[in-house]
């Protein structure tokens, strides 16, 4: 006997569409608005003081190694003529972040603090995981048309597992002194999360916000075939034409992004090693060398 998942599939979208229009068009109000906004003030930003808020953010984070190499990078997307498409791709990785944060953060907790959630959330994070990034688009299109929603809402999708994995374990690996010590001095169990569970989970969750934003970039990407736009409709046209230079300065653009995110996230789970720092610390020596001397 065969069972056909597809016919399943689609009348249970068919039925959606049918039953659940407003609800869609209130979802996809909501993220335009969120998307638009994000967007919109990105590219009011006139580009040397986007550039350099990058370079000081670099420079304040990281190094000053990094925020030079951080300077030449862009400078090298401005004169390529993406510094527009990568602050929209920019955009739709802000807005889709801060939505699978929104959501996957509570649900990290959730799984942490009460086994039953784990044990239901755990296959839908693995599916979501698993499935081909591609898949997501076709249910995308097809509940909020083309454009920057859909792939927004694509996005959120594929990349809010890893800040749920790892909000739940950052959570459960929380010592249990901590937590003894925090019951001791009479914790409510709000009280136990946000001074004392989260506080030492915050490594593993920037950790996990470091991976969402790195598979949103990816995501945001693909998602230019159904309309996102961004870097992603340069890469699209470097395949359609078989295009290797556009393809490969699409790619290129999109690397740069990647890094300095990464770069820039990654710091944000440890104390600043950047610039600013490393020169504070040093006047502070010297003045102890003085007091002492």
């Known amino acids: 006997m065969n069972f056909d998942i597809g016919d399943g599939i689609d ?6 569409l049918d039953n659940f229009s407003p609800v869609l068009d209130f979802i996809a109000a909501m993220i335009g608005f969120v998307t638009d906004a994000i967007q919109s003030g990105l590219a009011a930003l006139p580009m040397p003081l986007g550039i350099a808020i990058f370079i000081a953010l670099s420079l304040w984070r990281v190094g000053i190694g990094f925020s030079v190499l951080t300077g030449l990078a862009l400078w090298l997307v401005v004169h390529m003529g993406l510094w527009d498409a990568m602050m929209e791709t920019l955009s739709l990785v802000i807005a889709s972040t801060l939505i699978a944060i929104l959501a996957g953060l509570p649900l990290g907790i959730a799984m942490a603090r009460r086994e039953a959630v784990a044990a239901v959330v755990r296959p839908i994070l693995d599916l979501m995981q698993t499935m ?23 996005t ?19 010592h249990n002194e901590f937590i003894e010590a925090g019951n001791a001095f009479g914790c409510t169990s709000t009280q136990l999360l946000f001074k004392v569970q989260l506080p030492n989970a915050m ?30 409709n340069t890469v699209l046209t470097g395949i359609q034409r078989l295009d290797v230079g556009t393809g490969f300065e699409g790619g290129l653009a999109v690397v740069i992004l990647a890094v300095i995110l990464d770069r820039l996230t990654q710091s944000l789970g440890k104390p600043s090693a950047g610039y600013w720092q490393a020169l504070f610390k040093r006047n502070e020596r010297e003045e102890l060398v003085t007091a002492t001397v």
Do not use: D
């Open 203 to 232: 490594p593993s969750i920037m950790a996990g916000i470091n991976q969402t934003i790195m598979l949103s970039l990816s995501m945001v990407v693909i998602a230019s075939m159904i309309g996102a736009g961004g870097i992603g």
């Open 132 to 154: 081909p990034a591609f898949v997501y688009l076709i249910p995308a299109a097809m509940f909020f048309g083309l454009g920057a929603v859909p792939g927004a809402i694509a």
């Open 11 to 16: 009348a249970a979208v068919n039925y959606v």
């Open 156 to 174: 959120v999708i594929f990349s809010m597992p890893p800040v749920v994995r790892l909000s739940n374990l950052g959570i459960r690996q929380v």
